[in-house]
């Protein structure tokens, strides 16, 4: 007696269905958005540097000045960190505070 082919053995050839498309995750689109977020951020702080800061004297407390720390931070960590070690920076930049060489972390 000859044995029937089950209609899922190897020999039998059925096509795989075509997943469905995947939504989109939102951290797909945070690439794509974070190099803007950090130029709209340093934006203001380059107006600052071009045309605020030349019509006063340079009195900083620290190395680098505080405007240019906040650029490398928000480079360096993102906008959200960035923004908030620039903060900080700034928050310490007063007559009892510290003063000298401070880099960003």
Not at 13 to 27: E, G, I, L, T
Not at 73 to 102: E, F, N, Q
Request: contains cysteine; aromatic residues 8%.
């Amino acid at each position: 007696m000859p044995q029937s082919k089950n209609q899922w053995s190897a020999s039998s050839h059925v096509s795989p269905r075509p997943s469905p498309p995947q939504p989109a995750k939102a951290n797909q689109q945070t690439p794509e958005i974070r190099p803007l977020i950090r130029r709209l951020l340093i934006l203001p702080i380059r107006f600052y540097q071009l045309c605020i800061s030349p019509m006063f004297p340079a009195a900083c407390r620290f190395t680098p000045t505080c405007s240019q720390y906040a650029v490398e931070a928000i480079t360096r960590h993102g906008p959200v960190r960035g923004l908030w070690l620039a903060i900080k920076r700034i928050g310490r930049c007063h007559p009892w505070g510290g003063s000298g060489y401070d880099p960003v972390p």
